[in-house]
C-alpha cells in the first residue's frame, strides 16, 4: 500500500505533488509528506489524516522545485501520525517508502548503537539512516553520485521485505533515485523531466509514455536522462509502454462520488471488455484480442481462478459459467491462502490471476508460485502495465476504465464478463462448443450492458431504502446457484462501506447453522431472481419468514408472492440466467454506497482499506 509520487525536471510545483497524491490516495490515506529541493534547502511538509489536512501546509513548502518526491501512507509499522509519516529524514538524505522491511529491528539496533536516534515508529526510518550510515562511511574517493550509488547497493543488500524507494540526496541535487522490490514502481518518461510513481494514475496527466520498473532494479534519473541498473549493478534497457487511460478518466464528471460515477460505468466497462474479442454472428471468439499468446489452450485439463476480495467473488460467479461451457474442472482459490497447500497444478493446468490493480501481493505471490511449478499462467487484470500481467504467461486487460473508489465495483462486472469470453475460448479451442452454441451466448453477453443500463434507475428507490436501513447492527445476504457469490459481494460492501457488519451465505446452508441468527431485528437481503433455483430459495426465504425474520428481497419484475414475503422489495428485469448476476449485483452495490452515505461515511476511501494491497 502507500503511494509514492516522485519528480526531477525543470520545474514542479507543491500541487504538483498534491496532485499526484490525490490520484494515488486509493492505495492509503492516513497521512501524507512532501519534501522538495530548493537552493540547497530540503522543506519537507507531512500531516497526519486524509490528504486535505496536508493542503493546509503547501504553502510552507517553496513555490517550485527541480527535485521533490510525496507520499501518502497506509500504517503498517507505527500509528498514523505525523511523525511515522513520509518522507524520513536523515541528514543530508531524504526518503520514502513504499512495502516493509522485514528484518528492521535487528537494524534499528545496529543504528542505535551507532548513535542514531529514531523519531518515528517506522520501519522506513531504518532505511534513511541506514542509508546515511551507508553514505558517510567511506566518501574519500567517490563523488557524491557515485557514493549514493554504493550506498543503495549497501543498503538494498542489508535489508529483507518488500520495498519501492524514493531517495534524494541535498548533495546531487539533480538526481532521483527509484529502486524497486516487491512493490509497485513505473517511471514516466517526458522530455522536459522523468517522474516516479506507484502507479500510472499518478501520470497521465503529464506523461502517457511509461516504463514498468521490475524487482531489483535501481533508477537513477535526471530531468534529460534515465540509468536503471539491476541490484548487482547491471545495466537495464526497457521500452517504455503507451497507455491509453486519459487523465480525464481520473475525475468524478459530475458525480458525487467516484464509486458513484464507477457503478454507473458498469455497463461500458462491460461493453468494452466485450468489445473486439467476439463475434456473435459468427460465433467466434477473437483469442488473440483477448491476450492469449503463449498458452496453450487446447491442453488445458483443469483451471484455478486465483484473487482476493471482490476479485475472488467474481472468480467463483465466473467458475458457474466457465464450467458450463468448457467442461473442465475449475477451481477458485483466495490469494492469501493459496501457497500454504501443496501446490498440484501442471503442464495442463491454467492458473487464472484476476486482480483489479494488478499489484495484489497475495495474488501475486500465489501466481508466481503457480508458474513456479509448471502451471500455464494468465492475467486479468484492469491496470495497464502490472506487475500481475508482468509475471504470467499471457495478459488480459478487462478495459473497465481506472477505478478509483477504493470498493470495487465496476472492474467486478468486467472481471466476469472477460472470464467468460475466455471460457466460450476455450470451448471452441476444444471444439466444446459449436459456433451456433457460442453466438447464442455471445448474443446473450451483448445484451448485458443494456440491462445493467436499465437496473441502474433504481438507484433513487435505493436511496429512498437505505434511509430506513442505516441503524442495522447486522445483515445477512442470500443466493443460491450463480447468486451466491453475489450475496457475498454485497455483503462485502455493505460491511466495507457502512460497517455494519454482514455475512452471506449459500441459501441452502442457512438451516445448517446460520439460521439461529434470525430474529424479528435480523434483516436478510435475499437474492431471488427468477432462475433454476427459484423454488428452493423462496423455500429458504419462507424459513426466514416464519421466524420472524426482516426480508429484503431481489427478485424479478411482477414476482408478486416474493414481494409479499418481503418487507423491502428491488425488481430486476426477466432475462437469460447468465445475464441475472450482473443485474442483481447493481442494486447491491447501490444499497452499500447509498447506506455508507446516509450514515455519513467516506464511501470513496472507507476506514482502515486502502486499495491496491501491496502487503501480505
Ligand atoms: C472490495 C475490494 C477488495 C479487492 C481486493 C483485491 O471492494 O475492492 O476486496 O477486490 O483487495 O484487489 P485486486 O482486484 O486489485 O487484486
Given at each position: 500500500?502507500?503511494?509514492?509520487?516522485?519528480?526531477?525536471?525543470?520545474?514542479?510545483?507543491?500541487?504538483?505533488?498534491?496532485?499526484?497524491?490525490?490520484?494515488?490516495?486509493?492505495?492509503?490515506?492516513?497521512?501524507?509528506?512532501?519534501?522538495?529541493?530548493?537552493?540547497?534547502?530540503?522543506?519537507?511538509?507531512?500531516?497526519?489524516?486524509k490528504l486535505s489536512a496536508l493542503e493546509k501546509k503547501l504553502v510552507h513548502l517553496?513555490?517550485?522545485?527541480?527535485?521533490?518526491?510525496?507520499?501518502?501512507?497506509?500504517?503498517?509499522?507505527?500509528?498514523?501520525?505525523?511523525?511515522?509519516?513520509?518522507?524520513?529524514?536523515?541528514?543530508?538524505?531524504?526518503?520514502?517508502?513504499?512495502?516493509?522491511?522485514?528484518?528492521?529491528?535487528?537494524?534499528?539496533?545496529?543504528?542505535?548503537?551507532?548513535?542514531?536516534?529514531?523519531?518515528?515508529?517506522?520501519?522506513?526510518?531504518?532505511?534513511?539512516?541506514?542509508?546515511?550510515?551507508?553514505?558517510?562511511?567511506?566518501?574519500?574517493?567517490?563523488?557524491?553520485?557515485?557514493?549514493?550509488?554504493?550506498?543503495?547497493?549497501?543498503?538494498?543488500?542489508?535489508?529483507?521485505?518488500?520495498?519501492?524507494?524514493?531517495?534524494?540526496?541535498?548533495?546531487?541535487?539533480?538526481?532521483?533515485?527509484?529502486?524497486?522490490?516487491?512493490?509497485?514502481?513505473?517511471?514516466?518518461?517526458?522530455?522536459?523531466?522523468?517522474?516516479?510513481?506507484?502507479?500510472?494514475?499518478?501520470?497521465?496527466?503529464?506523461?502517457?509514455?511509461?516504463?514498468?520498473?521490475?524487482?531489483?532494479?535501481?533508477?537513477?534519473?535526471?530531468?534529460?536522462?534515465?540509468?536503471?541498473?539491476?541490484?548487482?549493478?547491471?545495466?537495464?534497457s526497457r521500452k517504455p509502454i503507451h497507455v491509453s487511460w486519459a487523465a480525464s478518466m481520473l475525475e468524478k464528471?459530475?458525480?458525487?462520488?467516484?464509486?458513484?460515477?464507477?457503478?454507473?460505468?458498469?455497463?461500458?466497462?462491460?461493453?468494452?471488455?466485450?468489445?473486439?474479442?467476439?463475434?456473435?454472428?459468427?460465433?467466434?471468439?477473437?483469442?488473440?484480442?483477448?491476450?492469449?499468446?503463449?498458452?496453450?489452450?487446447?491442453?488445458?485439463?483443469?483451471?484455478?481462478?486465483?484473487?482476493?476480495?471482490?476479485?475472488?467473488?467474481?472468480?467463483?460467479?465466473?467458475?458457474?459459467?466457465?464450467?458450463?461451457?468448457?467442461?473442465?474442472?475449475?477451481?477458485?482459490?483466495?490469494?492469501?491462502?493459496?501457497?500454504?497447500?501443496?501446490?498440484?497444478?501442471?503442464?495442463?493446468?491454467?492458473?487464472?490471476?484476476?486482480?483489479?490493480?494488478?499489484?495484489?501481493?497475495?495474488?501475486?505471490?500465489?501466481?508466481?508460485?503457480?508458474?513456479?511449478?509448471?502451471?500455464?499462467?494468465?492475467?486479468?487484470?484492469?491496470?495497464?502495465?502490472?506487475?500481475?500481467?508482468?509475471?504470467?504467461?499471457?495478459?488480459?486487460?478487462?478495459?473497465?476504465?481506472?477505478?478509483?473508489?477504493?470498493?470495487?465495483?465496476?472492474?467486478?462486472?468486467?472481471?466476469?464478463?472477460?472470464?467468460?469470453?475466455?471460457?466460450?475460448?476455450?470451448?471452441?479451442?476444444?471444439?466444446?462448443?459449436?459456433?451456433?452454441?457460442?453466438?447464442?451466448?455471445?448474443?446473450?453477453?451483448?445484451?448485458?450492458?443494456?440491462?445493467?443500463?436499465?437496473?441502474?434507475?433504481?438507484?433513487?428507490?435505493?436511496?429512498?431504502?437505505?434511509?430506513?436501513?442505516?441503524?442495522?447492527?447486522?445483515?445477512?445476504?442470500?443466493?443460491?446457484?450463480?447468486?451466491?457469490?453475489?450475496?457475498?459481494?454485497?455483503?462485502?460492501?455493505?460491511?466495507?462501506?457502512?460497517?455494519?457488519?454482514?455475512?452471506?451465505?449459500?441459501?441452502?446452508?442457512?438451516?445448517?447453522?446460520?439460521?439461529?441468527?434470525?430474529?424479528?431485528?435480523?434483516?436478510?437481503?435475499?437474492?431471488?431472481?427468477?432462475?433454476?433455483?427459484?423454488?428452493?430459495?423462496?423455500?429458504?426465504?419462507?424459513?426466514?419468514?416464519?421466524?420472524?425474520?426482516?426480508?429484503?428481497?431481489?427478485?424479478?419484475?411482477?414476482?408478486?408472492?416474493?414481494?409479499?414475503?418481503?418487507?423491502?422489495?428491488?425488481?430486476?428485469?426477466?432475462?437469460?440466467?447468465?445475464?441475472?448476476?450482473?443485474?442483481?449485483?447493481?442494486?447491491?452495490?447501490?444499497?452499500?454506497?447509498?447506506?455508507?452515505?446516509?450514515?455519513?461515511?467516506?464511501?470513496?476511501?472507507?476506514?482502515?482499506?486502502?486499495?491496491?494491497?501491496?502487503?501480505?
Amino acid at each position: 500500500m502507500c503511494g509514492v509520487i516522485g519528480f526531477v525536471g525543470d520545474e514542479a510545483s507543491p500541487e504538483f505533488f498534491y496532485n499526484g497524491l490525490k490520484r494515488l490516495e486509493y492505495r492509503g490515506y492516513d497521512s501524507a509528506g512532501i519534501a522538495m529541493l530548493s537552493h540547497g534547502q530540503m522543506y519537507i511538509e507531512r500531516a497526519e489524516g486524509k490528504l486535505s489536512a496536508l493542503e493546509k501546509k503547501l504553502v510552507h513548502l517553496p513555490l517550485k522545485t527541480s527535485l521533490g518526491m510525496g507520499h501518502t501512507r497506509w500504517a503498517t509499522h507505527g500509528k498514523p501520525s505525523e511523525a511515522n509519516a513520509h518522507p524520513h529524514k536523515s541528514g543530508n538524505i531524504v526518503i520514502l517508502h513504499n512495502g516493509i522491511i522485514e528484518n528492521y529491528k535487528e537494524i534499528k539496533s545496529f543504528l542505535q548503537e551507532n548513535g542514531y536516534v529514531f523519531e518515528s515508529e517506522t520501519d522506513t526510518e531504518v532505511a534513511a539512516h541506514l542509508l546515511h550510515y551507508e553514505f558517510h562511511k567511506n566518501t574519500i574517493l567517490l563523488s557524491p553520485l557515485e557514493n549514493m550509488k554504493r550506498s543503495i547497493f549497501a543498503l538494498v543488500s542489508r535489508i529483507r521485505g518488500a520495498f519501492a524507494f524514493g531517495i534524494i540526496c541535498t548533495d546531487i541535487p539533480d538526481v532521483l533515485f527509484a529502486v524497486k522490490y516487491g512493490s509497485p514502481l513505473v517511471l514516466g518518461l517526458s522530455d522536459t523531466a522523468h517522474y516516479m510513481a506507484s502507479g500510472i494514475a499518478a501520470l497521465v496527466e503529464h506523461t502517457r509514455s511509461i516504463l514498468i520498473m521490475e524487482d531489483r532494479e535501481i533508477a537513477y534519473l535526471t530531468a534529460k536522462n534515465k540509468e536503471i541498473v539491476t541490484f548487482e549493478g547491471v545495466p537495464v534497457s526497457r521500452k517504455p509502454i503507451h497507455v491509453s487511460w486519459a487523465a480525464s478518466m481520473l475525475e468524478k464528471n459530475g458525480y458525487d462520488h467516484f464509486m458513484l460515477k464507477e457503478i454507473h460505468e458498469q455497463p461500458q466497462a462491460i461493453a468494452q471488455t466485450i468489445n473486439g474479442r467476439i463475434d456473435k454472428s459468427t460465433g467466434e471468439i477473437d483469442l488473440q484480442s483477448y491476450g492469449i499468446h503463449h498458452i496453450p489452450l487446447k491442453n488445458i485439463n483443469r483451471i484455478q481462478l486465483i484473487a482476493c476480495g471482490t476479485s475472488y467473488y467474481a472468480g467463483i460467479l465466473a467458475r458457474y459459467f466457465l464450467e458450463s461451457h468448457t467442461k473442465i474442472p475449475v477451481e477458485v482459490e483466495l490469494a492469501s491462502e493459496y501457497r500454504y497447500r501443496t501446490c498440484t497444478v501442471n503442464e495442463h493446468t491454467l492458473c487464472i490471476a484476476i486482480s483489479q490493480s494488478g499489484e495484489t501481493i497475495d495474488t501475486l505471490q500465489a501466481i508466481r508460485y503457480a508458474r513456479t511449478h509448471g502451471a500455464h499462467t494468465l492475467a486479468v487484470v484492469n491496470a495497464p502495465g502490472s506487475s500481475i500481467a508482468h509475471h504470467c504467461h499471457d495478459e488480459s486487460l478487462i478495459y473497465a476504465g481506472p477505478e478509483v473508489g477504493v470498493a470495487s465495483t465496476k472492474a467486478f462486472v468486467a472481471q466476469v464478463t472477460s472470464l467468460i469470453i475466455l471460457g466460450l475460448g476455450i470451448a471452441q479451442t476444444q471444439n466444446i462448443m459449436t459456433s451456433t452454441q457460442i453466438a447464442a451466448v455471445c448474443e446473450q453477453l451483448v445484451h448485458i450492458p443494456y440491462l445493467v443500463e436499465k437496473t441502474l434507475s433504481l438507484s433513487s428507490s435505493i436511496e429512498k431504502m437505505a434511509a430506513k436501513l442505516i441503524h442495522l447492527k447486522s445483515v445477512l445476504f442470500i443466493g443460491r446457484g450463480p447468486q451466491y457469490p453475489v450475496a457475498l459481494e454485497g455483503a462485502l460492501k455493505l460491511k466495507e462501506l457502512s460497517y455494519i457488519h454482514a455475512e452471506a451465505y449459500a441459501a441452502g446452508e442457512l438451516k445448517h447453522g446460520p439460521i439461529a441468527l434470525i430474529d424479528d431485528e435480523m434483516y436478510t437481503v435475499c437474492l431471488a431472481p427468477r432462475d433454476s433455483y427459484y423454488e428452493k430459495t423462496m423455500s429458504n426465504i419462507e424459513e426466514i419468514r416464519a421466524r420472524g425474520g426482516k426480508i429484503i428481497s431481489i427478485g424479478t419484475t411482477g414476482d408478486h408472492e416474493l414481494k409479499q414475503l418481503s418487507d423491502e422489495f428491488i425488481e430486476v428485469e426477466p432475462c437469460a440466467e447468465m445475464i441475472l448476476p450482473f443485474l442483481t449485483t447493481v442494486p447491491l452495490h447501490l444499497l452499500a454506497y447509498w447506506i455508507a452515505l446516509k450514515k455519513g461515511h467516506d464511501v470513496d476511501q472507507p476506514r482502515n482499506l486502502a486499495k491496491s494491497v501491496t502487503v501480505e
